[in-house]
C-alpha cells in the first residue's frame, strides 16, 4: 500500500551533518503524518520528528534546534536534515507514515544507520 525506503545514513564526527531521505511510494495521497524514529541498540525505539500533510512540524526535545524535518513539492520524499550532531545521535533512523483515518504508524521502512563518532 505504501513503501518507504530511507537514505542518506552514513558515519561523521561529532559536530558534522547528515541529511536523511524517506522515498515514499503507493498510496502516498492517504499518507497524514510522515515521522522519523530511530533505534540504538540495547534501546528502545524513540521518536525523533514528524512532519502532516499541512506541514506543521514537531521534534522530541533532544533535536529540538539541530534537526529540521521538511518534504518536497511533491510530498513523496521527506527530508530530516541533521546538525550539530552528537555522539548520542548514533542510532539506526527508520522514517513511518500514519495514514488518514488509521490508528498507528502503519508501514516502516528498513532503516539507515547513523554513526557520530567523538
Known amino acids: 500500500q505504501v513503501q518507504l525506503v530511507e537514505s542518506g545514513g552514513g558515519s561523521v564526527q561529532a559536530g558534522g551533518s547528515l541529511r536523511l531521505s524517506c522515498a515514499a511510494s503507493g498510496r502516498t495521497s492517504s499518507i497524514a503524518l510522515v515521522g522519523w524514529f530511530r533505534q540504538a541498540p540495547g534501546k528502545e525505539r524513540e521518536f525523533v520528528a514528524h512532519?502532516?500533510?499541512?506541514?506543521?512540524?514537531n521534534y522530541a526535545d533532544s533535536v529540538k534546534g539541530r534537526f529540521t524535518i521538511s518534504t518536497d513539492n511533491a510530498k513523496t520524499t521527506t527530508y530530516l536534515q541533521m546538525l550539530n550532531l552528537k555522539p548520542e545521535d548514533t542510532a539506526n533512523y527508520y522514517c513511518a507514515v500514519f495514514i488518514f483515518g488509521g490508528s498507528k504508524y502503519n508501514y516502516w521502512g528498513q532503516g539507515t544507520q547513523v554513526t557520530v563518532s567523538s
Open positions: 512532519i502532516s500533510a499541512t506541514g506543521a512540524r
